[in-house]
């Protein structure tokens, strides 16, 4: 006789291993979006004052 708590537990984890992909696809976009968004930002916070520290300086000799 099987144990009931056993048959529960095989069912959590097929249910699991089914989402898994899903899981692993969601979290890798999620990644892939913050690392997207961080670099942006980065961009923004850096080349934009060395753009216009440049734009500035070029208008000033000129």
Same mark, same amino acid.
């Given at each position: @006789?099987? /144990?009931?708590? /056993?048959?529960?537990?095989?069912? +959590?984890?097929?249910?699991? !291993? =089914? %989402?898994?992909?899903? #899981?692993? #696809? *969601?979290?890798?976009? &999620? $990644?892939? #979006?913050?690392?997207?968004? &961080?670099?942006?930002? @980065?961009? %923004? =916070? !850096?080349? +934009?004052? %060395? &753009?216009? #520290? @440049?734009?500035?300086?070029? *208008? =000033? =000799? $000129?």
């Amino acid at each position: @006789v099987k /144990d009931p708590e /056993d048959e529960d537990h095989t069912s +959590q984890v097929g249910s699991y !291993t =089914t %989402i898994k992909p899903f #899981l692993i #696809l *969601s979290w890798k976009s &999620f $990644l892939w #979006l913050s690392l997207r968004t &961080f670099v942006m930002f @980065v961009k %923004i =916070t !850096t080349i +934009q004052p %060395i &753009f216009w #520290l @440049v734009m500035c300086s070029q *208008s =000033t =000799t $000129l």
